[in-house]
């Protein structure tokens, strides 16, 4: 018998104010067609003035308890995904922990950008599977509004707001493919390319917290490649081909990335959960975010198979291979 770390709930939380591209038209040296063509994205979810990363992180957690049936009380680890935490210290997941009333386990934050949904999950399964944990908040939260420079049309118009989160379980299983739960997870990271898609502040570098700053075109090519590379390992860990896979929930950046990847997989479109076009890049939320509104909708169903993938600065880059 192996341990398996079982997605027992899904959960996730947007803000209230939704922005679209022609409100932006507005402010912003942009057009709606633009954005549109180049990006797939309509709209985005904006943080109200005070409304913090935590904030919404708290909300998708409960929305996973509530649908596990589970309790705070059930959980011994947090994690939380996030490039915009509510202070530089302590974490966003400790401040979670504690509006969830838990005075006993661990939570930390992970910064792995937009990949950082998938590091999280990595993490807290490792964590299950040594049996150090035995339920796991596994959260994906940004307030990427706060980073943007709003003067910038290359970045601002491509990214949003929200939170989604995961409860993992322990469950025994087979070993096998046929078992619920995550099958294999595969990180990567190469420091050298951080210049392509980072933020120009920090603590340590600047004191500020600086904005977000990419050589778009670079990063997609980037990205195309290096998502479906790491697919392509999940799968063959797994002794399985495109096929198999019931659901690709990727990383939301932008459409002709997901539509890239896809065709470079022979995944057909129609097994992909989109929802860039409502909620634009929400960085390490978006991940949890679609596989919440396509666990919720009834697409995605217990027993089958879904693949997690994403990409984000650093570079890092990363795949989830699950049974539901
Ligand atoms: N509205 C109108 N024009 C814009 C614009 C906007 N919001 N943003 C950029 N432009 C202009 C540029 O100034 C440029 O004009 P120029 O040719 O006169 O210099 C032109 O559009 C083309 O810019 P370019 O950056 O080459 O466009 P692109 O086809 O590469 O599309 C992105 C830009 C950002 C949409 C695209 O590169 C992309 O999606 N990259 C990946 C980004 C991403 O997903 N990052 C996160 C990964 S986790």
Redesign the pocket.
């Given at each position: 018998m192996v341990i398996r770390s079982q997605i027992a709930g899904v959960g996730s939380y947007l803000p209230a104010r939704i922005v679209t591209n022609q409100e932006l038209e507005r402010s912003?040296?942009?057009?709606d067609a633009?954005?549109v063509e180049?990006?797939g994205i309509r709209q985005r979810h904006i943080a109200a003035e005070g409304e913090t990363t935590s904030d919404l992180a708290f909300e998708a957690a409960k929305a996973a308890l509530a649908h596990a049936g589970m309790t705070a009380d059930d959980i011994d680890l947090i994690i939380v995904g996030t490039a915009t935490p509510d202070h530089t210290f302590p974490a966003t997941a400790a401040k979670v922990q504690a509006r969830l009333g838990m005075t006993k386990g661990v939570a930390f934050d992970l910064q792995a950008?937009?990949s950082g949904f998938v590091f999280a999950m990595a993490t807290a399964d490792n964590f299950i599977k040594a049996g150090q944990a035995k339920a796991a908040l596994v959260i994906g939260a940004e307030t990427f509004s706060r980073i943007l420079d709003w003067n910038d049309?290359?970045?601002?118009?491509?990214f949003g707001d929200g939170a989604g989160a995961v409860v993992l379980k322990s469950a025994q299983g087979q070993g096998t493919t046929a078992d619920q739960g995550i099958l294999s997870t595969h990180l990567h990271s190469d420091g050298r390319h951080y210049d392509l898609?980072y933020v120009d502040g920090g603590p340590s570098s600047t004191k500020t917290t600086g904005h977000v700053r990419?050589k778009?075109?670079e990063?997609?090519r980037h990205?195309v490649v290096n998502m479906a590379e790491v697919v392509g390992e999940a799968l063959a860990a797994n002794g399985l081909q495109s096929t198999d896979i019931d659901w690709v929930v990727p990383?939301q950046?932008?459409i002709?990335?997901l539509e890239g990847t896809a065709r470079k997989l022979a995944i057909p479109k129609d097994r992909m959960v989109v929802t860039v076009d409502r909620h634009a890049?929400t960085?390490a939320a978006s991940i949890p975010l679609a596989l919440a509104e396509a666990v919720n909708d009834g697409r995605i169903k217990r027993g089958q198979l879904i693949l997690l993938e994403?990409?984000?600065?650093g570079f890092t880059w990363g795949a989830c291979l699950a049974r539901y």
């Amino acid at each position: 018998m192996v341990i398996r770390s079982q997605i027992a709930g899904v959960g996730s939380y947007l803000p209230a104010r939704i922005v679209t591209n022609q409100e932006l038209e507005r402010s912003v040296d942009t057009t709606d067609a633009w954005i549109v063509e180049r990006s797939g994205i309509r709209q985005r979810h904006i943080a109200a003035e005070g409304e913090t990363t935590s904030d919404l992180a708290f909300e998708a957690a409960k929305a996973a308890l509530a649908h596990a049936g589970m309790t705070a009380d059930d959980i011994d680890l947090i994690i939380v995904g996030t490039a915009t935490p509510d202070h530089t210290f302590p974490a966003t997941a400790a401040k979670v922990q504690a509006r969830l009333g838990m005075t006993k386990g661990v939570a930390f934050d992970l910064q792995a950008v937009c990949s950082g949904f998938v590091f999280a999950m990595a993490t807290a399964d490792n964590f299950i599977k040594a049996g150090q944990a035995k339920a796991a908040l596994v959260i994906g939260a940004e307030t990427f509004s706060r980073i943007l420079d709003w003067n910038d049309r290359g970045t601002c118009v491509l990214f949003g707001d929200g939170a989604g989160a995961v409860v993992l379980k322990s469950a025994q299983g087979q070993g096998t493919t046929a078992d619920q739960g995550i099958l294999s997870t595969h990180l990567h990271s190469d420091g050298r390319h951080y210049d392509l898609l980072y933020v120009d502040g920090g603590p340590s570098s600047t004191k500020t917290t600086g904005h977000v700053r990419m050589k778009g075109n670079e990063v997609f090519r980037h990205a195309v490649v290096n998502m479906a590379e790491v697919v392509g390992e999940a799968l063959a860990a797994n002794g399985l081909q495109s096929t198999d896979i019931d659901w690709v929930v990727p990383h939301q950046a932008n459409i002709r990335i997901l539509e890239g990847t896809a065709r470079k997989l022979a995944i057909p479109k129609d097994r992909m959960v989109v929802t860039v076009d409502r909620h634009a890049n929400t960085s390490a939320a978006s991940i949890p975010l679609a596989l919440a509104e396509a666990v919720n909708d009834g697409r995605i169903k217990r027993g089958q198979l879904i693949l997690l993938e994403a990409m984000g600065g650093g570079f890092t880059w990363g795949a989830c291979l699950a049974r539901y």
